[in-house]
């Protein structure tokens, strides 16, 4: 009987506390991405990495990412063309700036819900429907509480570049409290179960 009640426990401490990971695969960019949240191209759900390209000069790609859990997402953005150094800026779903980088690779921490994810040559910076730079190519956040209404290119001067870009995505999922507390209540049960057991 403890065995049944023992195997019961260990099923569904497992199948509360893990999530089903979808399968995996590359979104390409098939048209090209808009510049504004509300033209974003929309990445499917289970994509892994995005194959894109600014082209022309001077273009900006923003992709909808959405996330059903919470985690940190890494970010590596790598790209094949000697002269294009990208900036990468992330958004949350009402359109406030949560970071920018330079750095090929980043982690952002994310709740379930809807990103934007938007490329650009290294030289641009983020603005609010005013003009004002609200995250700037010096990759600081200027107005975390602004809302993302538009670009300004070629912010410090210098030739704006472009060309083909990879982007890959992971994420480490970050176990919810109720989560935690079912894996510990499982574990106790078990343990309970095997003294009992002994006894």
């Not at 082209?55 to 063309?81: E, H, K, Q």
């Not at 990759?139 to 001067?157: K, Q, R």
Request: aromatic fraction near 10%; glycine fraction near 8%.
């Amino acid at each position: 009987m403890y065995k049944v009640i023992l195997h019961v426990v260990i099923i569904v401490v497992l199948l509360m506390s893990c999530e089903l990971v979808a399968w995996a695969f590359t979104y390409t960019e098939a048209t090209d991405a808009g510049q504004s949240l509300s033209t974003a191209l929309a990445v499917p759900s289970g994509a892994n990495s995005i194959i894109g390209a600014l082209s022309p000069v001077g273009d900006i790609d923003i992709y909808r990412l959405t996330f059903g859990t919470s985690a940190n997402l890494t970010i590596r953005v790598t790209y094949t063309d000697t002269y294009f150094d990208s900036d990468t800026f992330v958004f949350d779903s009402a359109g406030h700036p949560l970071g920018n980088y330079d750095a090929s690779l980043f982690t952002v921490a994310i709740t379930p819900g809807t990103y934007y994810l938007a490329v650009s040559d290294w030289n641009t910076a983020a603005t609010d429907d005013s003009g004002t730079t609200i995250a700037d190519d010096r990759y600081n956040i200027l107005d975390t509480s602004a809302v993302f209404g538009g670009w300004v290119m070629n912010e410090d001067g210098g030739a704006l570049n472009g060309g083909p870009y990879f982007i890959s995505l992971s994420t480490a999922t970050v176990p919810e409290p109720s989560s935690i507390l079912l894996i510990v209540l499982g574990a106790s049960t078990v343990a309970a179960l095997r003294i009992k057991r002994r006894n």
